[in-house]
């Protein structure tokens, strides 16, 4: 049979292994219904009215790949994990600040709209789930991983 041509999508990633960051300009809208569809299982598991969307969790995804300087991509599949779970992070670090005593998270505000009430459970139920997704990748990273990628990755 004849050789084994790479996917633009994994060209694309060995490139940007090489060091041609610009890479990822081109490959972000060949992979967005992806990161989206990813984007979206997370958010769906986020209070109502949460202050990122979907497309802002995406483009902060993106701005974290961007400053990759040492990426080491091997496929679509593993640049899909990264983002996921740098997607995750960003709404678990969202989660703690909202948490944060030290910016008022032990209180209650109240909105304008009901539709928007701040849900301190959810935001301390997804670090607390962050917590032991971190504990389980210590004990079997591996585990971890398919944890991650079905509960936040769909």
Known sequence: ???NIASPVTELLLRW???ESSCLDELIPLLEQELRRIAHCHMRNERPGHTLQTTALINEA???LVDQSRANWTNR???LAVASGMMRHLLVDHARRLCSVRRGGAKLHLP???D???SPAKSKALV???DALDELAELNPRK???VEMRYFGG
Do not use: I, T
């Open 1 to 3: 049979m004849g050789a």
């Open 17 to 19: 292994n090489d060091g």
């Open 62 to 64: 993106y701005l974290k």
């Open 77 to 79: 599949a593993h640049f």
């Open 112 to 114: 304008l709209k009901e």
């Open 116 to 118: 928007l009430v701040f």
């Open 128 to 130: 607390a789930l962050n």
């Open 144 to 146: 971890a991983q398919e």
